[in-house]
């Protein structure tokens, strides 16, 4: 797979599929084993176009990784939700196809994420990680992000610990 066709861009109502695809994709591969099946399906299961349709308008950005046509990836975020990170911007998610990762996008879509925050005066950036998820916490960390606070989520009517990861 070629990364030379790749851009990263604003969503538009015509990603919904492929947002909904990604998250689909991503979320089976990351949290099965951590999140219990039954949780799992019924989370992913709300995650269709109507939802995504409604988060476009929320205001919130999400960028999306596109690969020719197709949507890979997809970063939600802005300023940040709570002070548990002490962090002025917050990525709420970034995921991508399973098939597109450890090609150096998620890193690209990280960069332009963690850019478009500091140009709105939000430099110091934090993002959430389920504590389970090793493969997400060494994405991170290979980032550069410093393993900030442990604090238990409710997930699916779980709880399950959280570690934040922040960013200068």
């Given at each position: 797979?070629?990364?030379?066709?790749?851009?990263?861009?604003?969503?538009?109502?015509?990603?919904?599929?492929?947002?909904?695809?990604?998250?689909?994709?991503?979320?089976?591969?990351?949290?099965?084993?951590?999140?219990?099946g039954?949780?799992?399906?019924?989370?992913?299961?709300?995650?269709g176009?109507?939802?995504?349709?409604?988060?476009?308008?929320?205001?919130?950005?999400?960028?999306?990784?596109?690969?020719?046509?197709?949507?890979?990836?997809?970063?939600?975020y802005?300023?940040?939700?709570?002070?548990?990170?002490?962090?002025?911007?917050?990525?709420?998610?970034?995921?991508?196809?399973?098939?597109?990762?450890?090609?150096?996008?998620?890193?690209?879509?990280?960069?332009?994420?963690?850019?478009?925050?500091?140009?709105?005066g939000?430099?110091?950036?934090?993002v959430?990680?389920?504590?389970?998820?090793?493969?997400?916490?060494a994405?991170?960390?290979?980032?550069?992000?410093?393993?900030?606070?442990?604090?238990?989520?409710?997930?699916?009517?779980?709880t399950?610990?959280?570690?934040?990861?922040?960013?200068?």
């Amino acid at each position: 797979m070629s990364t030379r066709t790749t851009s990263i861009r604003r969503a538009r109502e015509g990603d919904l599929g492929g947002l909904s695809r990604v998250f689909d994709a991503a979320w089976r591969e990351a949290y099965r084993g951590i999140i219990p099946g039954v949780a799992l399906e019924r989370m992913i299961s709300v995650r269709g176009r109507p939802w995504w349709r409604a988060a476009l308008n929320r205001g919130r950005p999400i960028a999306v990784v596109e690969t020719g046509e197709l949507v890979v990836g997809y970063a939600s975020y802005g300023r940040a939700r709570s002070r548990a990170l002490g962090t002025d911007g917050e990525v709420d998610e970034l995921y991508l196809l399973p098939e597109y990762q450890g090609l150096g996008l998620g890193r690209r879509l990280f960069r332009a994420v963690h850019n478009d925050l500091g140009d709105h005066g939000l430099g110091r950036l934090g993002v959430w990680t389920l504590e389970d998820n090793i493969r997400a916490a060494a994405f991170y960390e290979s980032l550069g992000g410093t393993r900030g606070p442990l604090v238990p989520d409710r997930v699916a009517g779980i709880t399950l610990p959280k570690v934040g990861y922040v960013f200068a």
